[in-house]
């Protein structure tokens, strides 16, 4: 019987989608600032409501969005860096 036959539980052959997340991270920014713009327009209507708090969800998304782009970007330039990660060692 030959070994992969055996398990019953086994590794789909499938590629990931993103390496680096700078997509999602692109992608997940946009639509904070898309709802963050929408909110803006509609801020006199929702402070009237008493939901004013929904603007600064939209403004925190973005600046973490913003966050998470540069660090998906730092991660993606380290691996594809020509030259080897030295660790530093003493």
């Known amino acids: 019987m030959d070994e992969l036959e055996h398990h019953a539980l086994m590794q789909a052959p499938v590629e990931p989608v993103d390496e680096d997340g700078v997509a999602v991270a692109l992608v997940g920014t946009g639509v904070s600032v898309l709802a963050t713009v929408l909110l803006w327009s509609q801020y006199a209507l929702l402070a009237a ?42």
């Open 49 to 90: 409501r008493g939901q004013g708090w929904w603007l600064w969800v939209a403004l925190t998304a973005t600046a973490a969005g913003a966050l998470f782009i540069a660090y998906t970007l730092y991660r993606k330039r380290r691996r594809l860096s020509p030259f080897p990660q030295q660790s530093v060692e003493q």
